[in-house]
């Protein structure tokens, strides 16, 4: 606001038709400012702008050969695996009742049949367009003209590293559909409180059976890793060790695997994305839960079959796929530190099998969730002691022990001190467990203002029924400047790029491992109320993206930071546990029609990193 100016009143002079201004009237003033009356400005023949010629996403080149990081399945099946018996079972038809008549199998299809009956999900119906594999058709080049140029840019200095993994990702339930077919068997996915009321994962984007269009179309764009991730009920519908391997799992998920390598993508596995088996706490997130969701892996029986499992698929699968992932974001799951230890011994187990005993030469890796937590001011000591404490216990009550081979944080310990006896570790135990990890994935969206609470952070932490334990420190989205963090999404993320940047130093000089960004996406406020052409035209999605891929450079090239690779989140719209409005996309899906669209950030965001290379 300029309020101690005089407003300036003039009128349009006088131009004549050979370009020279005429004097015009104006209103005297004692202005400061003063328009030049006389400028240079000139005619000439008007014509409207062409229009911009078109460029297209330029797919990736068909492979001619395949690299392998392990030996095949079938010359390490028998001495690593011992006896291992594969069958099938086939799909649930929920509007009959068990009437299978081998119930005195185990394993048959009364047993298989009555793990969905008893666990009584709602509404279960079979809306879903398909029922098997859809042959994939090519992408019209039409939908894959580059979108307008933006009116702003990016700097373009620095480059990323040879070999910088650029990928995108998505999550089995969120969005294969096809929950009950070809043997899988329930997950704590489709009970309880996260279908209560709410959208399900029973259809979502029927992937199970358009896998091969979804790679088709993430190859169209030129985009040379694919991450996805493989349900344990799917392998292995009994779950424990020692029961039948399910046949057409391990097949889908082998076709998957080649269909990737055949249009020139590299695939990274995921082994367990929230999509627990039902039977290790019988859907009750809540049980025994002190940190956020109990998925069951605090249960007794929970590593060795989690090891157990781990150890099929990596036979079946290491030999192509060269990155693993075992955790997605336990924190949320592990329900307790006894579930926090599981995942380490887990994790810690299944990485020296992959090196020591398949002798594989990839990766093999864990992936966290942490949304930085900042001092609020990072002068003051309690606020730096709180954004501390809460790294502590969102990253190092796993990563101590798994990349330093140190014991967990003191933070963590004090907090859970009731239960220190069943979750501890010994020296031994820690110096074993070191290393556990060959790269340190994290799922950045965004970052809190973290500050210590009025009555300090230790008499929090000593009080199970202060209502801010276990974490014991104020989170806000609003910065000490009273500015809100930054543009906001329809949900917790904000666009903050120089806080992404801070966390990758932090990450890097706490737990000195190469850091993967396996995760990083927004969804736009309302997108899906919008019409189509407007949901592709997804400006803010794509300035994150930039943003943030602007800031891993930075890191990389300016502070000196290994960051290995990054994974948008996510290659489509999905279920978003419980809600379909809440759209991380980089396409629209057609909830009707199956249809996918591309947005205009995933044109943005290749080409981002192309220009870079
Ligand atoms: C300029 O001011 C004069 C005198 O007030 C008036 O006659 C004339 O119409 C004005 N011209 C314009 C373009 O407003
Ligand atoms: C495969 O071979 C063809 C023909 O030699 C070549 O143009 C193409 O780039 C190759 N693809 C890859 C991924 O190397
Ligand atoms: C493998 O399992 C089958 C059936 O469960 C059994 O008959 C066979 O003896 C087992 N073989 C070994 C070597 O344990
Ligand atoms: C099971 O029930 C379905 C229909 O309810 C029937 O068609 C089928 O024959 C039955 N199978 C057996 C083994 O009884
Ligand atoms: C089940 O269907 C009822 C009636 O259509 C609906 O009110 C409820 O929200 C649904 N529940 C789930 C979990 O889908
Ligand atoms: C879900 O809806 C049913 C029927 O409307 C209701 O009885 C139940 O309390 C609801 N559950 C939750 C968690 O809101
Ligand atoms: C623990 O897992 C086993 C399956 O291995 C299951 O039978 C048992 O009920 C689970 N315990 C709890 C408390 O959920
Ligand atoms: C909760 O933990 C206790 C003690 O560890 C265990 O006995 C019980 O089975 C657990 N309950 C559930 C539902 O996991
Ligand atoms: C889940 O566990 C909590 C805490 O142990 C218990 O109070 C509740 O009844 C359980 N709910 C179900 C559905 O088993
Ligand atoms: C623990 O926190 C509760 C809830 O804020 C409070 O009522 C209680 O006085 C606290 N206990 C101690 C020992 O500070
Ligand atoms: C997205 O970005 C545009 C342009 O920067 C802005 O005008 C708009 O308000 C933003 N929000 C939504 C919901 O589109
Ligand atoms: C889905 O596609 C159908 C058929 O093209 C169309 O009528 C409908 O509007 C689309 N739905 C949305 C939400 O765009």
Not at 70 to 99: C, E, F, M, Q, R
Not at 159 to 164: D, E, L, W
Not at 394 to 409: I, V
Not at 441 to 452: E, H, L
């Amino acid at each position: 606001m300029y309020s101690s100016v005089a407003p300036i009143l003039f009128c349009l002079g006088y131009l004549s038709r050979t370009g020279q201004s005429q004097p015009v009237n104006q209103t005297t003033s004692d202005s400061q400012y003063s328009i030049d009356w006389n400028p240079t400005y000139e005619y000439s023949t008007f014509s409207y702008y062409p229009n911009p010629s078109k460029t297209y996403a330029t797919p990736n080149p068909k492979a001619n050969s395949t690299t392998y990081y392990a030996p095949h399945y079938t010359d390490v099946a028998g001495s690593l695996l011992g006896n291992i018996s594969t069958t099938t079972w086939g799909n649930w038809d929920h509007s009959t009742k068990v009437n299978a008549t081998d119930s005195d199998d185990p394993y048959g299809n009364y047993a298989w049949t009555k793990m969905w009956e008893d666990a009584s999900i709602k509404n279960y119906t079979n809306s879903a367009l398909y029922s098997t594999t859809v042959t994939p058709t090519a992408i019209p080049s039409s939908d894959l003209i580059l979108p307008p140029e933006d009116s702003y840019s990016f700097d373009d200095t620095l480059k990323f590293p040879s070999g910088f993994i650029f990928g995108v990702a998505g999550s089995a339930a969120q969005i294969e559909g096809a929950i009950a077919d070809e043997g899988r068997t329930p997950t704590i996915l489709e009970t309880g409180t996260m279908n209560d009321n709410k959208s399900n994962d029973y259809v979502t984007n029927e992937n199970y059976y358009l896998y091969k269009q979804d790679i088709v179309r993430i190859a169209a764009m030129g985009v040379k890793y694919y991450s996805f991730t493989i349900p344990w009920t799917r392998i292995m519908p009994f779950v424990l060790p020692n029961t039948p391997v399910n046949k057409l799992g391990i097949d889908h998920y082998d076709d998957l695997i080649n269909t990737c390598l055949e249009y020139g993508i590299t695939p990274i596995a995921t082994l367990t994305h929230f999509d627990s088996p039902l039977m290790f706490n019988q859907g009750n997130f809540t049980a025994n839960s002190t940190l956020f969701n109990n998925a069951g892996y605090d249960n007794d029986t929970f590593v060795d079959a989690f090891v157990n499992y781990g150890k099929i698929v990596l036979s079946h699968y290491a030999d192509r796929v060269p990155i693993w992932i075992g955790f997605n974001e336990p924190f949320l799951y592990a329900g307790n530190a006894v579930g926090v230890k599981h995942v380490i011994q887990a994790t810690a187990q299944l990485h020296k099998f992959y090196h020591e005993e398949l002798k594989a030469t990839g990766k093999f890796g864990i992936k966290f969730n942490d949304n930085f937590g900042v001092p609020k001011d990072p002068t003051n000591e309690d606020d730096v002691a709180a954004a501390n404490r809460f790294q502590e216990l969102y990253l190092g009550s796993f990563a101590n022990a798994l990349f330093l081979g140190k014991d967990y944080p003191d933070s963590w310990k004090d907090t859970f001190s009731d239960t220190l006896s069943e979750f501890s570790f010994t020296e031994d135990e820690l110096k074993d467990i070191k290393g556990g990890a060959d790269f340190f994935g994290i799922d950045p969206y965004t970052y809190t203002v973290v500050s210590a609470p009025e009555g300090g952070i230790e008499a929090c932490a000593a009080n199970s029924s202060d209502t801010l334990w276990p974490y014991c420190v104020v989170q806000e989205e609003t910065a000490e400047s009273g500015w809100a963090i930054g543009y906001r999404s329809q949900s917790y993320v904000y666009i903050t790029p120089t806080q992404l940047r801070e966390f990758l130093n932090y990450i890097w000089d706490t737990f000195e491992a190469p850091v993967f960004v396996t995760e990083f996406g927004f969804p736009e406020w309302r997108e899906a109320e919008k019409e189509l052409k407007d949901q592709v035209f997804d400006e803010n999605r794509s300035i994150y993206y930039r943003s943030f891929m602007q800031a891993i450079l930075q890191a990389i090239n300016l502070d000196k930071v290994q960051v290995i690779g990054a994974l948008a989140w996510s290659f489509a719209d999905n279920w978003e546990f419980g809600d379909y409005t809440q759209q991380f996309g980089l396409q629209v899906v057609n909830r009707t029609t199956q249809e996918r669209h591309y947005k205009k950030s995933f044109f943005d965001l290749v080409k981002f990193i192309e220009d870079r290379r």
